[in-house]
């Protein structure tokens, strides 16, 4: 269940917000080959759609105001896909790692910056404000708890709180000007991060049980 999206988004009293979504799609996709072959692993279709694709639209449908996507020598058919996609600006990075290559597309934006992992296919326009209201000009990291994932079967590399509770990156953070925090939500569709065959699989299981419940 996506419980945060019952509730009213925080806001930081009068501090900017984020107003620019970053797309990263610059990834070799190496552990995802065995399930999907050549296939960029931004172009692999979840339900119908590629998950980039639907990365994209929650970003136009959020209050967002700019879109840019982070490619590289890695991902040229996603590079050229996406130049089709009214207002979506690509920045071309070395791909040389998911962290140089955000610091290289950054540079090219105006902070605070709403940054979204191309597989998270399920991410929401909710989540997305939601994550630039939280963080103000801050720095923030979208985490679910380690056994969110671990009933969704998905696959997971889990981190800790202070507190020693487990918990997962998400793929959906904010870069601002100062130092950052975590937030921990206990959203389904955030805990759907697709980097091996088995996470395809848990996705459609999911969709498809959504898909049967709601007829």
């Not at 552990?31 to 759609?49: N, S």
């Not at 990291?141 to 918990?167: F, K, N, R």
Request: with cysteine; proline share 6%; charged share 20%.
């Amino acid at each position: 269940m996506d419980s945060d999206l019952n509730e009213e988004p925080a806001t930081i009293g009068d501090k900017p917000r984020a107003t620019t979504g970053l797309v990263m799609c610059g990834g070799e996709g190496t552990r995802l080959r065995p399930a999907v072959g050549d296939t960029e692993k931004p172009l692999v279709d979840v339900g119908g759609e590629s998950m980039v694709d639907r990365v994209v639209s929650a970003l136009k449908a959020s209050s967002l105001t700019t879109i840019a996507a982070a490619v590289s020598p890695a991902t040229p058919e996603t590079a050229a896909h996406l130049t089709e996609i009214d207002g979506i600006e690509c920045i071309n990075t070395a791909g040389e790692g998911y962290v140089a290559d955000l610091g290289e597309a950054v540079d090219h934006l105006d902070t605070p910056v709403v940054t979204v992992a191309a597989d998270l296919p399920l991410v929401m326009a909710g989540h997305i404000d939601r994550a630039a209201a939280t963080a103000g000009s801050d720095s923030l990291t979208v985490c679910v708890p380690a056994s969110l994932t671990a009933s969704l079967g998905v696959s997971a590399e889990t981190t800790t709180q202070g507190d020693g509770e487990p918990i997962v990156p998400t793929g959906l953070n904010v870069v601002g000007d100062d130092t950052g925090r975590t937030v921990v939500w206990a959203a389904d569709r955030l805990a759907f991060n697709i980097n091996r065959p088995g996470d395809l699989e848990a996705i459609e299981r999911w969709l498809d049980h959504r898909e049967q419940t709601n007829r």
